[in-house]
């Protein structure tokens, strides 16, 4: 008995250490004082005690089976070698992926080792070997500290010990599962603050982990919060197709049409977000066009942002629709519905086209050329850390543009990733790397356009730009609204005049609104909405994250944690009816998913 309470102790005391260390890392992002350190470590620590119960089980079996037959020193050593690169790994890949994700430990991570290599092209060589270094110090520390102060029973156990050990069995069961009450251990037990940072830091990342592999991206979950009827009103006239005397803003209804979707390039970091240094061609180009002055992001990540894009399907917070071929394949695109119409449809990207399998998404809706990062030379390949940067990747699509034919028609879609982690760009104009990162992206697309606007096909030309998603920088994040808000643009010799659109939207209402434009049907595009037409009624802009999901309309903005079921933000009045709308909009599409 003596024996599994200091192997418990020592594994609760490594739980409750990790988490001060862990916020020291942040400390410059997120300032806290001491007394927030004893409020993590306290609200934390029945999360640390329940998840500690789990690692116990082995020592715990080992001692039962002692009684019968002696077992050897070496055995109680292989267990303790397995935890401690467990609890390391798990320690050093939470503290290393919060810079990117802010969530704490997730299954999420899983998805990304089938592409080892864009997995951690984010991040540079000397970030790695530190990272091992680390992770293996502290395998070692703890290897020695469990083989130390943690030592099995030198003698078989007797029989009366059986009885007290079966005492001990239902206590186990009970402590992991968090007391007797139908509630069991959660991670939203131990919320107790309005700072996100101050409750990830509570959350012990090895169960956050073990909790999240049941969601992993490629599931689906079933969000079930009302009957049928109730999350109908809820959800009524929000996904109206239809296009009804729209608004026209091209003077073609057949013009060729470019996609750019640009990595990362928030409104933040344009004039929406006050910015009118960093992105200075975007901001320009945004009053030379149509302007769509109130567009957000459906989610935070590229593979979903890109479905949102081409399919108008939302995102879901966790699941990963791309990464679900036998779903993704039946999702309508702005592709499929050209093709049909006589478009020649292409795809451009300078990274690994297979990651997040983007290859088969692509492919089964509706494009018939690829250019990606293998169709490059070794040197051009290795000009960025995720590929062909993006001045590169712009100039082979103004080539291929010069080399199309005259009678058209065709589309192309660009997806750049120069304004990524680590912010590899050749130009140093602005200090802020992150900053620089997208001044580099704004100069490409600037000089790009210049130089489309000298030829023939400017004429018959529509190119729309807008952003995957935005990025986590300075406080901006999904607690705030400035986080979703992303300029839509849409410029181009086919556009008549500049313009305007000041209407609540998301980046997933560009399929109905383009094809409203072009008089093709998009009925089959269910959750995408013609913002130009007399039938969008109810504006509203809805996104998720891996934890939650936020509502905009015009009464206000709410951003609401679905794990522990709290809000993260609030603006307005309706906070508690945007929240009810978004949990039915969740339920809506996904059982939509599940039954395609």
């Not at 030379?377 to 590169?392: F, H, L, N, P, Y």
């Not at 104009?429 to 580099?440: K, Q």
């Not at 730009?465 to 705030?480: A, Q, V």
């Not at 383009?514 to 007399?534: A, E, M, P, W, Y």
Request: net charge negative.
């Amino acid at each position: 008995m003596k024996y599994l309470l200091k192997f418990y102790l020592l594994t609760v005391l490594f739980f409750v250490v990790a988490k001060p260390v862990f916020m020291l890392c942040y400390k410059a992002d997120h300032p806290f004082g001491l007394a927030d350190v004893g409020e993590v470590i306290w609200h934390g620590l029945s999360l640390d005690l329940s998840t500690a119960l789990y690692f116990l089980i082995v020592p715990f079996l080992l001692v039962i089976a002692n009684i019968w037959v002696r077992i050897p020193r070496w055995v109680y050593r292989t267990y303790y070698v397995i935890i401690a690169i467990v609890f390391s790994l798990a320690f050093v890949a939470d503290t290393s992926l919060y810079a990117f994700w802010q969530f704490k430990l997730d299954a999420l991570c899983l998805g990304y080792l089938d592409t080892p290599t864009e997995a951690f092209a984010s991040v540079s060589t000397g970030y790695l070997v530190m990272r091992v270094f680390f992770w293996l110090l502290f395998v070692i520390a703890l290897f020695l500290s469990y083989d130390k102060a943690a030592k099995p029973l030198q003698r078989r156990g007797t029989w009366h010990e059986v009885f007290l050990y079966l005492l001990l069995a239902p206590l186990i069961v009970v402590g992991i599962r968090g007391g007797l009450s139908e509630s069991t251990t959660n991670i939203g037990q131990v919320y107790y603050s309005e700072n996100q940072f101050l409750n990830h830091s509570a959350v012990n990342p090895l169960f956050s982990f073990l909790y999240s592999l049941g969601k992993s991206s490629d599931y689906i979950i079933d969000y079930n919060y009302y009957d049928d009827d109730t999350c109908r009103q809820l959800t009524e006239g929000f996904y109206n197709t239809k296009s009804i005397d729209s608004d026209t803003l091209l003077k073609t209804s057949r013009p060729n049409i470019l996609i750019v979707v640009m990595e990362s390039c928030g409104g933040q970091f344009t004039e929406i977000g006050g910015n009118k240094d960093i992105t200075p061609n975007l901001n320009r180009l945004a009053h030379e066009g149509v302007y769509f002055t109130q567009c957000y992001a459906n989610s935070w990540r590229t593979d979903k942002g890109v479905v949102s894009i081409m399919s108008g399907y939302p995102a879901l917070p966790v699941t990963s629709i791309m990464k679900i071929p036998e779903k993704s394949r039946k999702l309508p695109s702005i592709a499929s519905a050209l093709h049909q119409e006589g478009y020649t449809n292409s795809f451009y990207y300078g990274g690994d086209i297979n990651f997040t399998n983007m290859r088969s998404y692509v492919m089964s809706t509706g494009y018939e050329h690829l250019r990606w990062k293998a169709d490059y030379s070794r040197d051009e390949q290795s000009t960025a850390k995720w590929g062909v940067r993006d001045e590169i990747m712009f100039e082979s699509l103004l080539n291929d543009i010069k080399a199309e034919p005259s009678d058209g028609p065709w589309m192309k879609t660009l997806l750049t990733l120069s304004s990524h982690e680590p912010w590899d760009v050749p130009t140093h104009d602005i200090d802020d790397e992150v900053y620089n990162a997208f001044n580099y992206l704004d100069k490409c697309v600037g000089r790009f356009v210049a130089q489309l606007k000298k030829l023939p096909a400017w004429d018959n030309l529509l190119v729309v730009i807008l952003p995957d998603h935005g990025y986590r920088y300075k406080n901006i994040n999904e607690s705030t609204r400035l986080f979703n808000h992303i300029p839509m643009i849409w410029t181009g010799g086919a556009v008549k005049e500049a313009k305007q659109i000041p209407a609540i939207c998301n980046q997933s209402d560009l399929p109905a609104t383009l094809l409203g434009q072009l008089g093709i049907q998009h009925d089959d595009f269910t959750f995408s909405r013609d913002v130009l037409s007399k039938s969008y009624t109810r504006s509203m802009a809805f996104h998720t994250y891996t934890e939650g999901m936020s509502m905009y309309d015009s009464t206000g903005f709410m951003a609401y944690n679905i794990d522990v079921e709290n809000f993260v933000a609030k603006e307005g009045k309706n906070s508690e009816r945007l929240m009810q709308q978004g949990k039915a909009l969740l339920q809506l599409i996904s059982h939509d998913l599940i039954n395609k």
